[in-house]
């Protein structure tokens, strides 16, 4: 953890910042073993300092996890912004950066009227580059945590059945992943089917019963020690009533593949958007989603595979591919697996087949 806050306490003085505000929950863990649930603290960082600001609640849970931070909890009528702004006030600190995407105007205001003599500026992403290049120690949770998905992924096809609910299906998936070691949804399972629901890229589970020539799309991955997995299959009812369905699975399936088979370090982010894409849109379709991104404490992280990305894969990235076709009426399918970027290409951290599961 020291070596990570390090490397931030170096960026905060080559750009000229005398301080940095650090309050995302998985930022905060990232940086200091805490944890805790995420808004309950606000990290003050400088050069040589580094204070983790909280309530009465979590001052001991943080000084037994953090190492190298002052703790302190605000006082009765206060905030955490408000005592960072009050911490900031006390250090004097002249120019301070901060994520503005990562806090409420209320929570900036309040903090900005404790540190007048403070300007306060769009500090770059320092965490997001940090954390997009995983250690050995995050790839091996992080490969504990795809292993459970998938292990509690082929006990679920054991249960699917006509008849079965989307909600159903979704609360057997959490069972699985609970029984198996997980701590339970990584983020809310997606589970989508028929022509209608399944058409929906990010649909909400419902009382929707499966019935017999259904294609089931399902978005699932639990999370271990803080870490995600991501994974989608679409898995069919018996034979899929519409032969189109059959066409789209095939075609979701290729262009999966074609981005796999490209995966290398220094590859760009727009060139592998291009050419999942270009597998799709041959057979008239379009995929109505960003077809891939990173994860590790948080389910979506940078980078994410997109046209206007020209970033390039580096070694120790976690990545997902994740092609879909959704056409009302029809139906809907997607196919999203892991992977590691290594020195030499990449590894492919999801083993579950990627042939369409028929379930009898």
């Known amino acids: 953890m020291n070596k990570r806050l390090e490397a931030i306490q170096k960026r905060i003085k080559e750009d000229g910042l005398d301080g940095l505000l650090v309050g995302k929950g998985t ?58 702004g009050e911490r900031i006030a006390k250090l004097g600190l002249k120019k301070c950066g901060l994520r503005m995407d990562e806090i409420f105007y209320s929570d900036y205001m309040a903090m900005a009227a404790k540190c007048p003599g403070t300007e306060f500026v769009s500090a770059k992403p320092y965490l997001a580059e940090l954390r997009r290049v995983k250690t050995s120690e995050e790839l091996q949770i992080i490969r504990r945590a795809c292993n459970i998905s998938e292990r509690s992924f082929y006990a679920l ?48 589970p419902s009382l929707r019963r499966l019935r017999e020539g259904d294609l089931v799309t399902i978005d699932f991955g639990t999370g271990y020690q803080g870490y995600c997995s991501d994974i989608t299959r679409t898995v069919a009812i018996g034979e899929p009533k519409n032969p189109e369905l059959l066409h789209i699975y095939n075609t979701v399936k290729l262009a999966k593949r074609a981005g796999e ?72 399918v997607r196919i999203e697996d892991d992977y590691l970027i290594t020195e030499t290409g990449a590894e492919r951290l999801t083993n579950i087949t990627d042939e369409l599961i028929v379930l009898y």
């Open 261 to 332: 088979a490209i995966l290398r370090p220094g590859l760009p982010m727009n060139e592998l958007h291009r050419a999942i894409n270009e597998v799709v849109e041959a057979e008239g379709y379009q995929i109505p989603h960003g077809p891939g991104h990173s994860f590790g404490l948080d389910i979506h992280e940078d980078p994410f595979i997109a046209a206007s990305n020209s970033y390039c894969l580096e070694p120790g990235v976690v990545h997902t591919l994740e092609p879909g076709i959704y056409v009302p009426g029809v139906g809907g």
């Open 157 to 204: 096809l054991d249960h699917i059945k006509p008849g079965m609910t989307e909600i159903d299906v979704a609360n057997e998936l959490e069972y699985q992943f609970r029984s198996k070691g997980g701590s339970g949804f990584c983020f809310e399972t997606i589970v989508a089917s028929g022509p209608e629901n399944g058409a929906n890229c990010h649909a909400t």
């Open 27 to 84: 930022d905060i863990r990232y940086l200091t073993g805490f944890t805790g649930e995420a808004g309950v603290a606000v990290l003050v960082l400088t050069e040589h300092e580094s204070y983790f600001i909280t309530d009465g609640r979590f001052t001991n849970q943080a000084e037994m996890e953090t190492e190298g931070f002052e703790v302190s909890a605000y006082g009765r009528g206060s905030g955490y912004y408000q005592a960072a």
